[in-house]
């Protein structure tokens, strides 16, 4: 899911070359920083998935469930990161649309209009496309979490042998959630 947002992405801010050299500049930052954000957050997804697969009865369970709890922090802390360059976003297309919307007001040629009009059609498509894109990924991402934080807490309270053996199905969903998001 990551990866395909990330090329939605490109694809929705790639219409943004009809309104200016400056805007486009922005919208390719504002790309190329979702783009790196979700790689992050698909490594933090694979860094849990490691610690968690790490966790085994021994004398070293104390040291790796930290790690594993650790690695659930970060991805917390990747997600919000991407939340909130998911909400700037939102809001710069949202300006970037009034401008362009204002720009072809100013178009004398009902044949350039029209033209300008279908590529700002298009590029709110292409946006509502990756916007979809984002809430299958949040879709997939908060069950994760939550089995992630769950499995935490059991194990807070019962890290031994039997608290990993009675968490071995949570552990079980965990991958298989994890896979979704990935």
Known sequence: VFGTI??????????????????????????????????QGGGSVDAVLAAMNRLEAGPELR???????????????AAERVRARNAAMQARAADHTKAWE????????????SVGEERRAAFAQ???????????????????????????????????ADGLAASASLIEAARSKAGEVR
């Open 6 to 39: 990330v090329v939605a992405s490109l694809i929705a801010l790639g219409g943004c070359q009809a309104s200016g050299p400056a805007r486009l500049d922005t919208a390719t930052a504002s790309v190329a920083e979702t783009n790196r954000l979700l790689s």
């Open 63 to 77: 040291t790796r469930f930290d790690e594993f709890s650790r690695s659930i922090d970060e991805l917390d802390r």
């Open 102 to 113: 204002a720009e072809l007001a100013k178009v004398g040629s009902e044949t350039a209009r």
């Open 126 to 160: 292409r946006f509502a496309n990756v916007q979809a894109e984002m809430r299958d990924l949040k879709d997939a991402f908060d069950p994760l979490m939550d089995d992630l934080r769950d499995l935490r807490l059991i194990l807070a309270n019962e890290l031994n």
